[in-house]
Each structure stands twice: as C-alpha cells, then as structure tokens.
C-alpha cells in the first residue's frame, strides 16, 4: 500500500525535524517502517490534484491552527483536505496541545474569508498561488469543513492514562465519526537504551506547558532545568543527557490538560520518573499519584521503586509495537496481512 504523510506545519511535512527533536508524525513514519507499505512524508501542494492523490491508499494530514506562524505549509494541506474530504482515504492529525485553537482559527477565516491569505502570511509556502481564484476557493473550502463538518478518521496521540472522550472534549466543538487515540511510545523505548548514570544531581529536567503558574504551584526545592525546546536544532541527545543527570522530570499540561509529548517516554527510559498533573496520571497508579515534594524527600530506595512501578504501568498501559502498527492500520481504516509485520 502507498500512504501519504503531510500537513500544515514543518513537523507534519519535514524528516529532518524528527531527527533534530522527535515527534508524532515521525513516529508515524516509523512505524510504517516495519512493515512493506511505502510511505511518502513530504510538503503538500495547492497544485496537487485528484489525478496525483489517487495514487495514494491513505493520506494523512496534520492540522494546526490556521492562524498560527507554525502552518507555514498550510494552504497545501486545506487543498488536499478539500480535495478528499469525503474520500474515505483521509485521516486528520490533530498532534499539537491547545487544540481548540484549531476551531477558532477556522472561525475566523469563515468570518473574514480574507484573512486567509493576509500580508501576514507572506512568508507561508504558496502564498501567491494561494491567492489565485482557482486555488483561493478550494482552500477556503478545506477550512470551512474543518469547522463545520463531521470529522471522519482522526487520530489524536495518547497518554496511557487518557482516553478518546478526553482528548475530544479538548475540542469543543468539533464532532467527530471515527476518534483513534494512538500511542507509539513503544518505539521510543526500543530507540532509547536505558543508560542509567550513576551521578544524579538534584535537579529537575522540566518542560514548560501552556497552563499558567503550573511550575510555581510545584513548590520544588531542587533545582529546575528546562528542557531544549527548539525544533531549528539537533535536541535529541542533548535531551537524553539532561535526563540522564536529573532526578526527576516535571512535564507542565497544556491550559486543556496533559498532553502527549515524547519526553515522558525519553525520561523514563533513561532512569528519570515523570511527574505531571496528578489528577489526571493518578489513573495509571500509585506511582503516579505522588507529588514532587514528597519525591524529593525519598530515599533513594524508595526512588528506584517509584521509577520502577511508573515504568512497568506506563509501557503496559501504553502497549508494544505491533498493538501500535495494528492501532495505526484500523485509524486509516486499512486492513494490514499478517506478513507485513517484519522484524526490526
């Protein structure tokens, strides 16, 4: 089978973002890379059309905030988003936290139908082909059935403690046919080797979120090291090293609540336990319930005893590759045969 792997922004369309900082779509892509399927992960076009996307057995498209400067290759993704909206072949990704963003930036281009192809988004891929009337309508038409529309096959990425109802509450109102929460996680801990350092500082390794004062209302004592944040530069093994030297991690929720990122699965790879809003990953066990304060106060026993407990619930709750790689085959709605299944 062909499937075709694109979106709106550089890490929905871009391989070297997934090897500069790891991300969902490049997931996505790796997991295709143990079975016999062609994956093609590239940049979309306005040009495209029916005759180029027919090729293609499932399309995936990453979505993004419309007015964001982070979907600079948005006019693309709305030309194939119009082009196969009731296809059956397409499948919408929604990877990025604050989500409900989502819909009110598409509000805003059905109210002001110009503000699609302002000044502003100059810079934007195909900004002046965007323009033109031929291709201008069918773009506009791609954001009024993301804001007005059932959604069909959507994937969202999947914390072990969620579920698809709190990942489609996130967007309000957006109504959906085919909801697929997906973790690949298992392919991060197969990347990552633990190499547990022996030389642990009494620091945090902390990754900010949108849900404001979350890290003050922590009350840590230790000291808080954010994490590498960029996607312009190589940040994967300078993440694994920060890891690797702290004693735990914070990761702060989105203002919508926890949200997937693969910081949690680097972390306890490497020998780090993973704290983050309580209420919502007390729903995987005990070893989740536990609050910074009361961590930096263990010994070191009881240290190596949480990590151990929070890596057995969450790699269970999370599942292996090949739960992933079926996971992914019924969310595209495709049926995969046994031997496609290789090795790696």
């Given at each position: 089978m062909k499937i075709l792997l694109t979106g709106m922004t550089s890490q929905h369309t871009n391989p070297d973002t997934h090897k500069k900082r790891v991300n969902f779509a490049g997931l996505i892509r790796d997991a295709f890379r143990i079975t016999e399927d062609e994956v093609y992960w590239q940049e979309p076009s306005v040009t495209w059309d029916d005759d180029y996307l027919k090729q293609f057995d499932a399309v995936i498209v990453g979505v993004a905030p419309l007015s964001s400067l982070g979907a600079n290759r948005a006019y693309g993704a709305l030309n194939v988003i119009s082009r196969l909206w009731n296809s059956g072949r397409l499948t919408l990704l929604v990877d990025a936290p604050d989500c409900v963003k989502i819909e009110t930036s598409a509000q805003a281009i059905i109210d002001h139908p110009e503000s699609l192809v302002k000044e502003f988004f100059s810079h934007r891929k195909e900004y002046r082909l965007a323009r033109e009337k031929q291709h201008f309508d069918r773009l506009y038409t791609g954001?009024?059935?993301?804001?007005?529309?059932?959604?069909?096959?959507?994937?969202?990425?999947?914390?072990?403690?969620?579920?698809?109802?709190?990942?489609?509450?996130?967007?309000?109102?957006?109504?959906?046919?085919?909801?697929?929460?997906?973790?690949l996680d298992s392919f991060l801990f197969s990347r990552y080797a633990a190499d547990y350092n022996l030389t642990r500082h009494r620091w945090w390794a902390y990754e900010a979120g949108s849900a404001p004062g979350w890290l003050e209302k922590q009350q840590v004592c230790w000291t808080v090291d954010e994490l590498p944040s960029t996607h312009r530069v190589p940040t994967n093994e300078m993440t694994l090293q920060q890891l690797r030297a702290s004693r735990g991690t914070l990761i702060a929720p989105s203002k919508s609540g926890t949200w997937w990122t693969p910081r949690y699965a680097m972390s306890l790879s490497q020998g780090t336990p993973v704290f983050s809003d309580w209420r919502e990953t007390k729903d995987l066990g005990e070893a989740w319930s536990v609050l910074p304060t009361g961590f930096e106060m263990m010994t070191d026993v009881e240290k190596a005893q949480l990590l151990t407990r929070q890596t057995m619930t969450f790699e269970m709750a999370a599942g292996n590759r090949r739960m992933a790689l079926d996971n992914l085959y019924s969310a595209l709605n495709l049926e995969r045969k046994a031997e496609t299944w290789m090795a790696g």
């Amino acid at each position: 089978m062909k499937i075709l792997l694109t979106g709106m922004t550089s890490q929905h369309t871009n391989p070297d973002t997934h090897k500069k900082r790891v991300n969902f779509a490049g997931l996505i892509r790796d997991a295709f890379r143990i079975t016999e399927d062609e994956v093609y992960w590239q940049e979309p076009s306005v040009t495209w059309d029916d005759d180029y996307l027919k090729q293609f057995d499932a399309v995936i498209v990453g979505v993004a905030p419309l007015s964001s400067l982070g979907a600079n290759r948005a006019y693309g993704a709305l030309n194939v988003i119009s082009r196969l909206w009731n296809s059956g072949r397409l499948t919408l990704l929604v990877d990025a936290p604050d989500c409900v963003k989502i819909e009110t930036s598409a509000q805003a281009i059905i109210d002001h139908p110009e503000s699609l192809v302002k000044e502003f988004f100059s810079h934007r891929k195909e900004y002046r082909l965007a323009r033109e009337k031929q291709h201008f309508d069918r773009l506009y038409t791609g954001a009024f059935m993301l804001r007005t529309q059932l959604w069909r096959q959507t994937i969202f990425p999947r914390l072990p403690w969620q579920h698809a109802e709190d990942l489609v509450d996130q967007m309000r109102n957006t109504k959906f046919v085919q909801v697929t929460p997906l973790n690949l996680d298992s392919f991060l801990f197969s990347r990552y080797a633990a190499d547990y350092n022996l030389t642990r500082h009494r620091w945090w390794a902390y990754e900010a979120g949108s849900a404001p004062g979350w890290l003050e209302k922590q009350q840590v004592c230790w000291t808080v090291d954010e994490l590498p944040s960029t996607h312009r530069v190589p940040t994967n093994e300078m993440t694994l090293q920060q890891l690797r030297a702290s004693r735990g991690t914070l990761i702060a929720p989105s203002k919508s609540g926890t949200w997937w990122t693969p910081r949690y699965a680097m972390s306890l790879s490497q020998g780090t336990p993973v704290f983050s809003d309580w209420r919502e990953t007390k729903d995987l066990g005990e070893a989740w319930s536990v609050l910074p304060t009361g961590f930096e106060m263990m010994t070191d026993v009881e240290k190596a005893q949480l990590l151990t407990r929070q890596t057995m619930t969450f790699e269970m709750a999370a599942g292996n590759r090949r739960m992933a790689l079926d996971n992914l085959y019924s969310a595209l709605n495709l049926e995969r045969k046994a031997e496609t299944w290789m090795a790696g």
